[in-house]
């Protein structure tokens, strides 16, 4: 088995543990955002709504990118776009979410988190980081933030 494999293997186990466990992580993660940036709460109109979403997909591109799946890079890039309507949000605030996940699903995997596991969800979320600068750098540089946009 290849290291991806081995990765992905890893990775899906520790969901399997979460799902036994009957722990939905975005409660404590979102907590834990909010307790860290509590101004950032005003940003979210339905939080229930928005820390399923953002959740499922941080982990869902985190487990992607370890699969090698090619819908990453366009969502990573959309979600950069989409979210500078909410001003320019700090790459320490996408950092901290980022490892959050990591860390809050290791607690509600239990037993069932691994070093394997813990490496893997590392290893991605490094990755992850690193494809959120590449987005808004070139966001930024196809369209600079308070530049007006030619009408179409």
Do not use: C, N
Request: glycine share 8%; charged share 20%; proline share 5%.
């Amino acid at each position: 088995m290849s290291g991806a494999a081995h990765d992905v293997a890893a990775m899906e186990a520790s969901l399997v543990a979460v799902a036994d466990a009957g722990v939905d992580v975005r409660h404590a993660l979102f907590d834990r955002f909010f307790a860290v940036f509590p101004d950032r709460r005003a940003s979210f109109m339905i939080v229930d709504a928005s820390s399923r979403r953002m959740t499922d997909e941080t982990l869902q591109m985190m487990l992607g990118l370890a699969k090698g799946e090619g819908w990453v890079w366009p969502l990573v890039a959309e979600l950069v776009f989409t979210h500078r309507a909410y001003g320019p949000l700090p790459i320490a605030e996408y950092d901290a979410f980022i490892d959050m996940t990591v860390e809050e699903l290791g607690t509600a995997s239990g037993a069932g988190w691994s070093a394997a596991a813990a490496a893997a969800w590392r290893r991605q979320a490094e990755a992850l980081k690193a494809m959120i600068r590449q987005a808004r750098a070139e966001w930024e540089s196809a369209m600079p933030v308070g530049t007006p946009q030619p009408a179409g």
